[in-house]
């Protein structure tokens, strides 16, 4: 099977969204430019990494005096609502490693989605299978790429954390997710809270 590279330059829009209930949600990123939309699942975890790294480097960017990266907040309020995704929800892939980097030349936040490999999936920590391949190599993981002004990325920041508080709350003892019946805390010796 070929290699699929779907490229974004300057979206109309690229959101972190989920559908399910919470505890059982699949976590989504979803890039839209004109008519096309692609949609890749990854876990919560993988959305919590990407909207801290992208938050930090969001603030290297300010200190460093970048100054499309100034007009950014660091506090959202109101909170935003979680963003709905566009249907239909066609997953192309499910995420496995995801790489983070500033462009200079055009002052732009790149954000770069693969494709999940068996490498992922064994946990090997093989640091030469993760070379960067061309865009037009025939073989290798599809890949999500995007690029986003500073302010797009600090909106998709906002929208990542506003998608994972929307889920279970947590227990106020352990931080574990609480359900509707409870959790057995750990902090409480294992009764229920």
Known sequence: MNRRVF??????????????????RTFFLQAVKGRQVVSV???????????ERLALLL???RE??????????????????????????VEEFRVGSMVL???AERERVVI????????????????????????DADDGPDLVRVHLLPTEAQDFVAGAVAVMQAG??????????LDTTGHFCARR???TH
Request: net charge negative.
């Open 7 to 24: 490229s974004f330059d300057e979206p109309d829009r690229f959101v972190c969204g989920a559908i399910g209930a919470p505890g059982q």
């Open 41 to 51: 699942a990854l876990e919560k975890v993988q959305v919590a990494v990407l909207a």
């Open 59 to 61: 603030l290297r960017l």
């Open 64 to 89: 460093q005096g970048v100054a499309a990266a100034e007009s950014t907040s660091a506090v959202i309020d109101p909170p935003p609502t979680p963003a709905a995704l566009a249907e239909p929800l």
């Open 101 to 103: 980097s500033w462009d």
């Open 112 to 135: 770069e989605a693969h494709q999940v490999t068996e490498a992922d999936a064994d946990d090997d920590d093989d640091e030469d299978e993760d070379e960067a391949l061309p865009d």
């Open 168 to 177: 279970r709350p947590p227990c106020p003892n352990c931080g574990e997710p």
């Open 189 to 191: 010796n294992g009764y």
